[in-house]
């Protein structure tokens, strides 16, 4: 059984910084693309940043500049710096990782974690 599990959230004043952290457990064979969303009270869950297994980054344009995603390959964790933080951003906060498993025959899917929220305060 594959999970993802966020921490890191937290509530922040605008200007400031969190990291975020998500890892991947369980057994699985290998890690492919990993990526960041949020959702807002009553809006659509939005993109925020994916990243390849070789590191090639991809920002929606409200964060470009303000936040970096990384990933620990030999950790399978995930991370979100977000700087300048602003009151839009805030929102929870889900990883997702598409993960490739064996059961018999190799599969791949997308899982998500449970989301960790980021609250900014103006």
């Known amino acids: 059984q594959v999970q993802l599990v966020e921490s890191g959230g937290d509530l922040v004043q605008a200007g400031g910084s969190l990291r975020l952290s998500c890892a991947a457990s369980g057994s699985f064979v290998s890690i492919n693309t990993m990526g960041w969303y949020r959702q807002a009270p009553g809006k659509q869950r939005e993109l925020v940043a994916t990243i390849t297994s070789g590191g090639s980054a991809n920002y929606a344009d409200s964060v470009k500049g303000r936040f970096t995603i990384s990933r620990d390959n030999a950790k399978n964790t995930l991370y979100l710096e977000m700087n300048s933080l602003k009151p839009q951003d805030t929102a929870v906060y889900y990883c997702?990782?598409?993960?490739?498993?064996?059961?018999?025959?190799?599969?791949?899917?997308?899982?998500w974690g449970q989301g960790t929220q980021v609250t900014v305060s103006s």
């Open positions: 997702t990782a598409v993960i490739r498993i064996f059961t018999g025959r190799f599969k791949e899917d997308a899982y």
